[in-house]
């Protein structure tokens, strides 16, 4: 007589595809979350580097400068009634662009937060 061998080989995924899907929802916080610093570091760099290069007078208009955060935004702005002037310029002067040269001076840096923000969200 011949004996039977049990040649079955049981897997249990079930606890592994759990753990999988769980982690497939929340990449879009995970996500998220790498993004919001990355915009938000971003903010206060080009604020930082706009108010290097405001032209100043009376230093009004580059105390101004300041950032709201909200989530996945980031404002950057001056609030002084005569900054679109100054950066703009008027028929009787040039403009001098200060927020626009003050975000291509971040460029590098801001580049630098959203290639991290990507690194650790996909690691």
Request: net charge positive; charged share 30%.
């Amino acid at each position: 007589m011949k004996r039977q061998v049990d040649m079955r080989i049981s897997i249990n995924i079930k606890s592994a595809i759990q753990d999988l899907e769980k982690k497939i929802r929340n990449v879009p916080d995970k996500i998220k979350n790498y993004l919001t610093l990355a915009i938000k570091k971003s903010a206060f760099e080009i604020e930082a580097e706009a108010k290097k290069v405001t032209p100043v007078d009376t230093g009004r208009l580059r105390a101004s400068i300041f950032t709201t955060l909200f989530p996945l935004i980031a404002i950057v702005q001056p609030k002084t009634n005569y900054a679109i002037f100054v950066h703009e310029g008027t028929s009787k002067m040039s403009g001098r662009p200060f927020m626009k040269e003050g975000a291509d001076n971040a460029k590098r840096s801001i580049d630098k937060y959203f290639t991290e923000a990507i690194r650790q969200a996909i690691k």
